[in-house]
């Protein structure tokens, strides 16, 4: 008997000691997984559907919106990505906006993608996109914040703050962004 017990108590130990890890580990590889799994791999010969550019060589600016039928745009840059969700059937006569299924922005800072309606986007700031005055997103409001003081930004938003009048305005501006 006693020689039974040592066995079980050791293997009680391992598994209270080990095991929690082993969860959180296999926990943090499905996180990445599902990251991974969200974004649509974006080749060298992908345009965006609003501005016609080659998606591929910005890499840091890429947003997505995917649709219900699995199909997906990829865009070179947010005003681009906003343009068409706004007013899809403009850009994609195949398209309304109930057929989105998802809108996946780059955070700034980590280049991970998230969801368009979690993150916090910087308007007006002294960094530039492919298509000129961009709006900068972030997955937290302390980044953002961040951003905004470095880099001469004028304004946290959200994504239901964008509209075409305000990607009018950036399109327009030339050295600085008016809101007004």
């Known amino acids: 008997m006693k020689k039974l017990i040592f066995p079980i108590i050791t293997l009680f130990f391992v598994t209270m000691f080990f095991a929690p890890d082993t969860?959180?580990?296999?926990l943090s590889?499905?996180?990445k997984q599902t990251e991974r799994k969200l974004?649509?791999?974006v080749t060298k010969k992908d345009r965006c559907p609003v501005c016609g550019m080659f998606v591929h060589p910005y890499q840091k600016w890429i947003t997505?919106?995917?649709?219900?039928?699995?199909?997906h745009h990829s865009f070179d840059g947010m005003k681009c990505m906003c343009r068409l969700y706004i007013d899809p059937e403009k850009y994609d006569t195949t398209k309304i906006k109930q057929d989105i299924?998802?809108?996946l922005v780059r955070d700034y800072y980590t280049l991970k993608f998230i969801r368009h309606d979690k993150a916090f986007y910087v308007v007006g700031s002294d960094v530039f996109g492919p298509m000129g005055h961009e709006l900068i997103p972030f997955s937290t409001e302390k980044n953002a914040s961040t951003f905004l003081s470095d880099h001469n930004g004028l304004k946290i938003l959200r994504f239901h703050e964008i509209n075409a009048e305000l990607l009018d305005k950036l399109d327009k501006a030339e050295k600085t962004v008016n809101l007004d």
Do not use: H
């Open 101 to 103: 299924k998802l809108v």
């Open 23 to 26: 969860y959180a580990l296999d």
């Open 39 to 41: 974004y649509i791999t």
């Open 64 to 71: 997505q919106i995917q649709f219900k039928d699995s199909s």
């Open 29 to 31: 590889r499905k996180k």
